[in-house]
C-alpha cells in the first residue's frame, strides 16, 4: 500500500490496489478472486501502473553486468524484439553461467519497451528466479499426467486471450526438455 501511497495515488486507491493486483494473479492462474469470498474494492480511478523508466534503468543497469558473451546474445534479442522479427532464440548453457541474470535483464528491457511478457519455467524453483516466474505447468494448462503434451485451457479463455496477447515469452528451459 505505501508504494501506492508514493505514487500518489488517494488513499482509498492505495488500499484497493493490492487487492486488484492479488485479483490479477488469481485470474492469470485459471480462477476467479470471488471464489475466495473476498470483494475487491472498486475504485474508479484505479489503473495500472508500470513505470517504464524504472524498467529502462533496470536493465541498463543489469546489462552493465553481463559478460560479453550475454551481452551478444542480449544485443541480438533485444533487435530481434524491436524489429518484431519473432522466432525461438534458445540459450544453451550449463548451470551458473548466469542465464536467469540475462533473462532479467532482457524482461525489463523488453518491459519498458511497452511489450507484453511472461516469464515461465518449468520448475517452481527455477520460476521464482524469474521476474514474475509462473511454471509452465500453471502458465500452459499443461496437462501432467500426458507428459505435459496437452494444454487443458479453452480457446476463448481469459487465459487463451492472455497468451494470445503475451508479445514475449521468456521460458527458462529445464537440462533435457528441449
Known amino acids: 500500500m505505501e508504494v501506492y ?32 469470498g473476498t470483494d475487491v474494492p472498486l475504485v474508479s480511478d484505479f489503473t495500472p ?14 546489462h552493465a553486468n553481463l559478460n560479453d558473451e550475454q551481452k551478444t546474445i542480449a544485443d541480438e ?3 530481434a524484439i524491436e524489429r518484431r522479427r519473432g522466432g525461438n532464440p534458445y540459450v544453451d548453457a550449463s ?20 511489450f507484453k511478457v511472461l516469464a ?10 524469474l521476474l514474475n516466474g509462473r511454471t509452465a505447468t500453471s502458465t500452459f494448462r499443461l496437462i501432467v499426467a500426458e507428459q505435459s503434451r496437452a494444454s487443458s485451457i479453452k480457446r476463448q479463455s481469459k487465459e487463451a486471450n492472455a497468451l494470445r496477447s503475451t508479445d514475449i515469452i521468456i521460458w527458462d528451459v529445464a537440462p533435457g526438455r528441449r
Open 77 to 79: 534479442v533485444l533487435t
Open 5 to 36: 501511497l508514493r505514487s500518489s495515488a488517494s488513499n482509498a486507491v492505495a488500499e484497493s490496489r493490492p487487492f486488484y493486483d492479488i485479483a490479477a494473479r488469481i485470474e492469470s492462474l485459471g480462477k476467479e478472486w470471488r471464489d475466495y
Open 120 to 129: 515461465v519455467a518449468w520448475t517452481g524453483i527455477a520460476a521464482n528466479l
Open 95 to 114: 548451470s551458473s553461467i548466469g542465464k536467469t541474470l540475462l533473462f532479467t535483464e532482457e524482461y525489463h528491457l523488453a518491459v519498458a519497451r511497452q
Open 49 to 62: 501502473v508500470v513505470d517504464y523508466d524504472h524498467r529502462e534503468h533496470q536493465g541498463e543497469m543489469l
